[in-house]
């Protein structure tokens, strides 16, 4: 079966403009994941959605946000975007309450 | 708040030799811990997990050890092989299934 699939894979914008990123998740999983990956950071996590509701948010500013589409299908937006949201942006999906997510391959967003 | 963190950012080792790399966390609730692996301009990969009221797993060439004494978490890779080489990150889940990733351990094989 399909992977994560995310959407676009590498995106350049300039500060202030706003960004939507997309992933479609595993088929059959409901739980989708999102994290920010910078060098030195590793993977800190964003959001969790599952059946359209945030479940779980990290500890990121409101710029950041999200949402789930009956199908599974998630985006997540940053608005008014700053050179520090350089960055990888990974989407997991998984069924709720297993171990094993799976990742996308990312998003490479630069702001110049 | 909780944290994950490695004991070495960098490993390197001689192919066919063993890896075992380390990790630490903080939440003594968690759930249980998974070990990632990402290589290059890929998203990470699971590899093993091990649930909080195990001390040992074993899968394929793969060990993991876990001691929640002193709240720590190991992978040991067996025969490593340059495949191998990649970041591997350790996460710890809570029962609320929020996961937190340590920095990640670069692992060169040597030929």
């Known amino acids: 079966k399909a992977g994560v699939t995310q959407t676009p894979r590498y995106l350049i914008k300039t500060r202030g403009q706003q960004v939507t990123l997309s992933c479609s998740p595993i088929?059959?999983?409901?739980?989708v994941s999102w994290y920010q990956q910078t060098p030195g950071q590793g993977l800190q996590f964003l959001f969790e959605?599952?059946?359209?509701?945030?479940?779980n948010k990290g500890n990121f500013p409101g710029r950041f946000s999200g949402r789930q589409f009956s199908n599974s299908r998630s985006e997540m937006n940053v608005s008014t975007l700053e050179l520090g949201d350089s960055a990888l942006y990974l989407c997991?999906?998984?069924?709720?309450?297993?171990?094993?997510?799976?990742f996308g391959q990312g998003t490479r967003l630069t702001v110049v | 708040g909780e944290s994950v963190g490695l004991h070495l950012p960098t490993l390197s080792v001689q192919e066919g030799d063993n890896s075992i790399i380390n990790c630490a966390y903080s939440?003594?609730?968690?759930?249980?811990f998974i070990w990632y692996k990402q290589e290059s301009g890929k998203g990470p990969q699971f590899i093993i997990d091990?649930?909080?009221?195990?001390d040992k797993r074993q899968g394929q060439r793969v060990t993991v050890l876990l001691n929640k004494t002193v709240k720590h978490l190991s992978l040991q890779i067996a025969a490593t092989q340059p495949g191998d080489s990649a970041v591997y990150f350790c996460?710890?889940?809570?029962?609320?299934?929020?996961?937190?990733f340590g920095t990640g351990t670069s692992l060169t094989v040597i030929p």
């Open positions: 997991a999906s998984s069924l709720w309450g297993a171990a094993e997510a799976f």
């Open positions: 088929s059959g999983h409901r739980s």
């Open positions: 959605y599952f059946s359209e509701t945030q479940r």
């Open positions: 996460a710890d889940v809570t029962p609320g299934n929020q996961f937190y």
């Open positions: 091990i649930r909080s009221n195990m």
């Open positions: 939440n003594s609730a968690s759930d249980y």
